[in-house]
């Protein structure tokens, strides 16, 4: 199997064993319910596409930097603050969809609004 489409599933987990899918390069887990992903999913080294907006995640796993095949990376309508520091390791990343977050913090210091702030 090279492609899985679990969106709108209102699911609230993904086992830890979907690491064992290996073969994976599309996974789209979009309009759930997820809180969190697994750190397993570091070991989907295949994918290059990977949907988790829509969700309720305030975090992503630092195994997602293992993902250097990744082409795009869909984040957007989550409760993420901060964009994650892994994303410096997807040498492939050509598309990263962080709208609608409540982003305040970038890895190389505040947003804007933050320093018209100060």
């Given at each position: 199997?090279?492609?899985?489409?679990?969106?709108?599933?209102?699911?609230?987990?993904?086992?830890?064993?979907?690491?064992?899918?290996?073969?994976?390069?599309?996974?789209?887990?979009?309009?759930?319910?997820?809180t969190?992903?697994?750190?397993?999913?570091?070991?989907l080294?295949?994918?290059?596409?990977?949907?988790?907006?829509?969700?309720?995640?305030?975090?992503?796993?630092?195994?997602?930097?293992?993902?250097?095949?990744?082409?795009?990376?869909?984040?957007?309508?989550?409760?993420?603050?901060?964009?994650?520091?892994?994303?410096?390791?997807?040498?492939?990343?050509?598309?990263?969809?962080?709208?609608?977050?409540?982003?305040t913090?970038?890895?190389?210091?505040?947003?804007?609004?933050?320093?018209?702030?100060?």
């Open positions: 199997m090279t492609t899985l489409w679990l969106n709108g599933n209102e699911l609230t987990a993904v086992p830890d064993t979907i690491g064992n899918l290996t073969a994976l390069t599309t996974l789209g887990l979009s309009d759930n319910q997820l969190a992903v697994p750190e397993t999913i570091g070991n080294t295949s994918l290059a596409w990977l949907g988790l907006g829509g969700n309720q995640l305030t975090a992503v796993p630092m195994a997602i930097g293992n993902l250097t095949s990744l082409i795009t990376l869909g984040l957007s309508d989550n409760q993420l603050t901060a964009v994650p520091k892994a994303i410096g390791n997807l040498i492939s990343l050509a598309e990263l969809e962080l709208s609608g977050n409540p982003i913090e970038r890895p190389n210091g505040p947003t804007s609004t933050d320093a018209e702030r100060a």
